[in-house]
């Protein structure tokens, strides 16, 4: 009795253990991908093809292994450095924004293994690659104040070289962008003389101003010098007697008034001179 007790007993946890081992089986025959992610099964360490995506999938137990890849937008800042077209140092900073390809996590799995190991020996040196051949094409000045377009060529480069990684480039941004301490000085020299120069063709064309104005001041003088002298020929025979008239006044030592003048053609309108002009005219 006692040993058909411990028979039965023996026969129980048997049971149990080969239920819960079935279990185990059961369960790690199953796989789920979450959104956003991409599976790569490995059987006895060889990734097999065909990526797992969300879902429920079987895999085979004890002897598989999942990897699973966060496929969702990522950004990583990654430096860069490299000579301009006139040969100045230009240095920068990079936010990448990039998603790996979920049909190519395998390829992935095969090549890089896990994302640290993109992102450091693929997508750092590919960043710093593609800001070379940007920055090459351009001074160091037109780097700086062509600065989208700097960021359309690196963008370009950029994406050529990672989608054959199966890495999707989604946006970039150039988060810092510096210079040398030398290039600055000279900068600041050319905005200096840039000003100097404007100040001096202000004070030029001032000065042309001024004496255009001379000029036309110069030229008003002698036109009304040279219709007085016309006027005073017209009026030759007056003149004679305007200027014993004028010598009676000095003679007697009165002030000499104005003297009143009339054209011949327009008798009717007269003409104010004083005692000089009027001397001057009649030698």
Sequence with gaps: MKNQQQTQNLSTILTSLIVFALLIVALNSFVVINPGQAGVISILGKAREGSLLEGIHVKPPLVSKVDVY??????????????????????????INFRLDPSRVVEIRRTQGTLDNLVSKIIAPQTQESFKIAAAQRTIEESITKRSELKQDFDAALSTRLEKYGIVVLDTSIIDLNFSKEFAKSVEDKQIAEQRARRAVYVAQEAAQAAQADINRAKGRAEAQRLLA???KAQGGDLVLQKEAIEAWKEGGAQMPEVLVTTGNSPGVPFLFDQNQLLEAGQ
């Design 230 to 232: 016309e006027t005073l």
């Design 70 to 95: 966060d496929v969702t937008v990522q950004k990583f800042e990654v430096p860069a450095e490299s000579s301009t077209r006139d040969l100045q140092n230009l240095k920068a900073s990079f936010a």
